[in-house]
């Protein structure tokens, strides 16, 4: 069985090899418009995971779901569980998709220690 995870560290080594790459946040639109993973490198989309579950066998909108296309997803959230249960539902579709492992916590922890 392969990871599910990446660790902060991994995701950056992907950003610079040139990994294309999608931060999927999968937390609310509220908590979404309160900060999430900002790189140069890569595009972050908001689809909430309640949402996912709600729409049965069509996870992404037609939006999303172009820009999903030939790129890694990487799901987002808070700790990392919900963006865990969620890039397994993406898998169990069919998607390429791994969870930031520690979520924002472990991403933001980075940012302040390269300040």
Same mark, same amino acid.
């Given at each position: 069985m392969s990871k599910e995870v990446y660790t902060k560290q991994e995701i950056k080594q992907l950003l610079e090899k040139g990994t294309p790459i999608l931060f999927l946040d +999968?937390?609310? =639109? #509220?908590?979404f418009q309160t !900060?999430?993973? =900002?790189?140069? @490198?890569?595009?972050?989309?908001? +689809?909430?995971?309640? %949402?996912? @579950?709600?729409? !049965?066998?069509k996870l992404l909108d037609e939006e999303? /779901?172009?820009?999903?296309k030939e790129r890694q997803i990487i799901t987002v959230c808070t700790t990392g569980?919900?963006?865990q249960k969620a890039a397994a539902l993406l898998r169990e %579709? !069919?998607? /390429?998709?791994? #969870? @930031? @492992?520690? !979520?924002l916590t472990a991403w933001k922890d980075d940012e302040d220690e390269a300040k």
């Open positions: +999968v937390r609310d =639109e #509220a908590k !900060g999430t993973v =900002e790189s140069k @490198l890569a595009d972050t989309r908001n +689809v909430p995971y309640v %949402h996912m @579950l709600a729409q !049965g066998d999303t /779901e172009r820009a999903v569980n919900k963006a %579709h !069919g998607y /390429e998709a791994k #969870a @930031l @492992l520690g !979520g």
